[in-house]
């Protein structure tokens, strides 16, 4: 099928087809008919297994939700082609080449409702049909001159080959219909005007065992007091924001760097990832789905108001959310405020040893 941001004369499209069916017919078409790279969409889980790592390390820098995470390319050994590459990687098991002509790009957890993208997109494609989360895409080009192929065309090469349209807009509703983002919702949002919000990134450290090392778990008490308080608002937890988007391994030894005087940003540096690897796009959505428009955010972390926007969404003010700071938290919220734009120097709330 042809994959497209929407029905605007303007958009690009992708040929789109599960890893699992492709065969060298249908290698071909893509190749023929595309810009000659076949890419290969993946979860994180899966390249992890398989060893493929990001192409280049500056991929990791800015807003995860804004970019395609191309990943290094690879090659099988002589003799077999890309078609038996895509099987292979879907198997994963192979011996391969580096770099080679199949590109496999990273999936963002939550699909095209955390990240609007074709590599999202195809890879719920394929697995709302029931087979295995992998993907094969390529731009389709336009054969009179080799530009990238818009709307007309693709319309065109549709009918001619009977193949299917599919809009990015439309499977963004279509998963938000049928996929149950909240499971109970407290209180009246009404119109959703000026919406108290505290978009809450998980914590396990923090928010369930009471770590000294940050203040997480008391700005979660908080908020839901303030929430309390205020009659109505919002305290969303996001799972998978575990230090930072890195992981709770990863975290331990951030934990490890930190003793040795790097704040929080300078070990998740230090360790090869961004300063800040957290997706808030399905949090977005959620917000969307229970009628929030319009929000006061509770944030020590202005950086926050980004991964909100574009999604129909408005920050009309931030709420500091203001625990007492002990000599222990001092390295977490030096690095994770002050390093990321947000709280001044945090020395003007120190409270003493924890």
């Known amino acids: ?35 000659g790279i076949v890419y290969v969409g993946m979860k994180e889980e899966d390249l992890e297994r398989l060893d493929l790592p990001l192409m280049s390390p500056s991929s990791k820098v800015g807003d995860p939700s804004q970019f395609t995470s191309l990943q290094l390319s690879v090659d099988l050994q002589q003799g077999e082609d890309c078609t038996q590459c895509c099987h292979l990687i879907l198997n994963q098991k192979f011996s391969e080449d580096r770099p080679g002509h199949v590109l496999p790009l990273m999936y963002r957890n939550g699909g095209v409702l955390s990240r609007v993208g074709h590599t999202e997109a195809s ?47 439309d499977l963004i509703r279509y998963r938000r219909k049928r996929e149950k983002l909240v499971e109970r919702i407290a209180g009246s949002i009404g119109y959703g005007q000026d919406i108290l919000v505290r ?33 109505r608002g919002v305290v969303l937890y996001l799972h998978g924001h575990v230090g930072r988007g890195i992981g709770l391994g990863h975290k331990l030894m951030a934990y490890n760097l930190q003793d040795q005087g790097h704040d929080t940003v300078e070990a998740n540096l230090e360790l090869g990832f961004s300063a800040d690897a957290r997706d808030y796009g399905i949090g977005a959505q959620i917000l969307r789905d229970i009628r929030v428009r319009t929000m006061p955010l509770m944030t020590n972390k202005p950086a926050k108001f980004t991964g909100l926007k574009g999604y129909g969404l408005a920050v009309v003010g931030r709420v500091p959310v203001i625990s007492p700071i002990t000599r222990n938290k001092m390295g977490h919220i030096y690095g994770s405020d002050q390093s990321s734009a947000g709280l001044p120097d945090p020395i003007a709330n120190f409270n003493g040893p924890h």
Do not use: W
């Open 199 to 231: 978009v809450h990134s998980e914590c396990l450290t923090g928010d369930i065992f009471g770590s000294a090392r940050c203040d997480c778990g008391n700005q979660l008490a908080l908020a839901v007091q303030v929430v309390e308080q205020a009659g």
């Open 123 to 169: 890879v719920d494609l394929v697995s709302l049909a029931g087979l295995p989360p992998i993907s094969a895409l390529s731009a389709i080009i336009d054969a009179e001159d080799g530009s990238i192929a818009r709307l007309p065309f693709l319309r065109k090469m549709a009918l001619e080959y009977g193949l299917l349209i599919v809009s990015i807009t």
């Open 1 to 35: 099928m042809i994959a497209v941001d929407d029905e605007k004369e303007d958009v690009e499209g992708n040929l789109v087809m599960a890893a699992s069916l492709i065969n060298p017919q249908a290698m071909l078409f893509m190749v023929k008919h595309g810009s």
